[in-house]
């Protein structure tokens, strides 16, 4: 490998890295009841945005503003990722990843003018967030199919207890990815403390959905001096309580499944310990949320902590794809995958 192949590689890395820290910036700006603080785009204050006197960062305006300068960084980043790509990369995939990388961080920037433009509306501050999430996945699988990793394995189809992995690391990526769809939901409607209590929920394990709950729920509120919620938000918060049983649930079975088949296999085991880690550090960030009454920073981590996991979960299955089943043979991996349950007697 070349420098300019380890320099790429590198700064492949940074991308990724950079994406996550703009991802902090921007759950902070919604924590913080910022999104709005800059009221017009692409300008600031009617201001070219790169010229905006540091005098004028005061409250709300120093996080909206510094969201927008780091992820036109991001962008430009991305730019050149995409420009060094089609020039270096061999790979006619890679590199129309690299533009795909490029037009979904376009269209991300362009979402986040819009949440301004038309004042926060909920679906669409639901896709600026998810693809967010969306596209720091991508910049993570850009950065190892540029690794040495990626590039040296050459294995054939491994056996069946080890196919099983990828399934696994697959079927948590989805539920978390569902999960993040989840809160972003329950975090642009307002539903975050539709329920007041945790772990249970309204003294309940599965609380009962009535009118009684509701008014508990609201006279709680109103002891807090927050607006009162509907059913509707109620549900969109239990919805994402189970989503997180859910992650738990498969998280778990990922972590047996590997301390009985992976211990010594450190490439793939120390990524679900790491996991776990983030895992147990969200649940115990989920209860600060609820009983700090959603602290801006804490909800912050939350989001960025979930991001975190996406992302590992997701970095798991790129290398047990890659541990298991060679480059040019993943469709012949997934045709005969089906075939085989499709022979399964049911």
């Known amino acids: 490998m070349n420098n300019r192949q380890i320099w790429l590689r590198r700064y492949s ?15 902070l700006v919604t924590s913080t009841g910022s999104g709005l603080a800059v009221p017009d785009w692409p300008n600031t204050y009617g201001e070219f945005m790169f010229t905006f006197p540091f005098s004028k960062w005061v409250g709300g305006i ?32 890679m590199k129309k990843l690299g533009f795909f990388a490029l037009g979904t961080v376009i269209v991300q920037g362009i979402l986040g003018g819009l949440t301004v433009i038309f004042l926060l ?26 690794s040495k990793e990626w590039n040296s394995f050459d294995k054939s189809l491994a056996k069946n207890e080890n196919i099983s992995f990828v399934w696994w690391s697959m079927g948590l990526t989805g539920l978390i990815y569902i999960q993040l769809i989840l809160g972003a939901l329950m975090r642009h409607t307002g539903s975050g403390l539709a329920i007041l209590d945790f772990p249970l929920a309204d003294g309940r394990v599965i609380p009962v959905l009535n009118d009684l709950l509701l008014s508990r729920v609201n006279y709680g509120r109103f002891d807090l001096g927050l607006e009162p919620v ?12 189970f989503g997180a049983v ?12 590997a301390f009985r088949h992976q211990r010594k296999e450190d490439r793939l085991f120390l990524p679900v310990l790491f ?31 979930g991001a975190l996991m996406l992302g590992t979960s997701f970095f798991l299955t790129l290398r047990s ?24 007697p049911g």
Request: charged content about 10%; some cysteine.
């Open 62 to 93: 120093f996080y909206e503003h510094f969201h927008r300068l780091l992820a036109s960084f991001v962008g430009f980043l991305t730019l050149i990722l995409s420009i060094w790509l089609w020039r270096t990369e061999s790979r006619l995939w």
């Open 275 to 305: 996991l776990d880690l983030l895992l147990l550090t969200q649940i115990v960030l989920a209860a600060l949320v609820i009983w700090s009454v959603k602290a801006p920073f804490i909800i912050t981590f939350h989001v960025w902590t």
């Open 246 to 257: 859910l992650v738990i649930s498969a998280a778990t079975g990922l972590t047996v499944w």
């Open 230 to 241: 509907n059913m509707s938000q109620v549900i969109i918060h239990l919805f994402h309580r």
């Open 121 to 146: 509306p909920t679906f669409i501050s639901m896709t600026h967030g998810i693809l967010a999430q969306t596209f720091f996945c991508i910049t993570i699988a850009i950065a190892y199919f540029l």
């Open 13 to 27: 890395k940074f991308t990724a890295f950079s994406t996550l820290g703009l991802i902090f910036v921007g759950g």
């Open 321 to 344: 794809l890659r541990m298991y089943v060679p480059e040019g043979q993943f469709q012949t991996f997934f045709q005969h995958q089906l075939e085989t349950e499709r022979e399964v």
